[in-house]
């Protein structure tokens, strides 16, 4: 009967380790599984999207910003776009860190802005041409401006400079050799019909249409007046003009990846397409 006994005591706790040795290898087969676990869940949390704050004007910057946002979101980039009515504002505010980006201006204004601001913005990629034009709700030729008419231009340095240059070469004045993008009313040497300038913010001159005889009008703010520089102008730059439009970063952020897929979507097919179906000239693809 004892050896019976022990006999049953000893089955009772190998069947009692056997079991602990079971509930450590689950254990261990949980720890296990929690562990290769947590690199997935950091793979999801660096998933996340990333935001892009993107400073532009309304048209056309804004508008090709908002038709690409559907292709980044796929690539994983929330763009939010900031508009703004002023040619300042975006550079000062992508200095100070508050965008990530900006759309909106040219190379030869940049380098004056960095150099009015203390800045060193740098150009990511080109992205279109708006071709510069002359306009006028009184006259419909270039003949028809009568001697000592009032010419509206932009008074920020390159894009004064670049209306100057546009009315030289429509034979209008005559500006001294060499004159180029910072060219001022100083360097006008012949004004046959005793041209009157009036400079202003370059946001206000389309409002100033029925006030002067003749202003000269970026693109973005012409097409925001319901104005078509191919039909309204009467004349414009050629469709060769320098003046590419950039995408514009910092030097610490310009190479991230968010940005270059930024760019790369800014210089795409779609992106051609888009522009030369929307704008019909008056917006030309630069790349």
């Known amino acids: 009967m004892r050896k019976f006994s022990l006999a049953l005591l000893t089955i009772m706790m190998v069947a009692v380790l056997a079991a602990c040795g079971s509930n450590n290898t689950n254990n261990a087969s949980s720890s296990s599984a929690d562990t290769s676990a947590a690199p997935e869940a950091s793979a999801a949390a660096s998933a996340e999207p990333v935001k892009l704050v993107v400073g532009a004007t309304a048209v056309p910057h804004a508008e090709i910003l908002e038709h690409i946002k559907p292709a980044l979101a796929a690539e994983g980039i929330d763009l939010e776009i900031k508009e703004f009515t002023d040619y300042v504002l975006p550079n000062k505010e992508l200095a100070d860190k508050t965008l990530d980006a900006n759309f909106f201006q040219h190379q030869p204004y940049l380098d004056d802005q960095n150099k009015q601001l203390g800045t060193d913005l740098v150009g990511v990629v080109g992205v279109h041409v708006e071709p510069f034009g002359a306009y006028s709700h009184k006259y419909k030729t270039v003949d028809e401006i009568p001697d000592g008419a009032t010419v509206a231009i932009p008074n920020d340095a390159t894009n004064g400079g670049r209306a100057l240059l546009l009315l030289a070469k429509n034979g209008l004045i005559t500006l001294k050799d060499g004159a180029g993008i910072e060219a001022t009313k100083a360097d006008i040497v012949s004004n046959p019909k005793n041209l009157k300038f009036k400079e202003m913010d370059a946001a206000m001159l389309p409002r100033t249409l029925d006030e002067v005889d003749l202003a000269l009008i970026n693109t973005n703010y012409a097409l925001e007046a319901d104005l078509v520089p191919t039909k309204d102008a009467l004349f414009i730059e050629d469709k060769d003009s320098p003046y590419?439009?950039?995408?514009?970063?910092?030097?610490?952020?310009?190479?991230?990846?968010?940005?270059?897929?930024?760019?790369?979507?800014?210089?795409?097919?779609?992106?051609?397409?888009f522009i030369e179906d929307k704008y019909q000239g008056a917006v030309v693809p630069a790349f």
């Open 244 to 273: 590419t439009n950039l995408l514009v970063a910092r030097p610490d952020n310009k190479d991230s990846d968010a940005i270059q897929k930024l760019a790369k979507a800014l210089t795409s097919e779609d992106v051609r397409k």
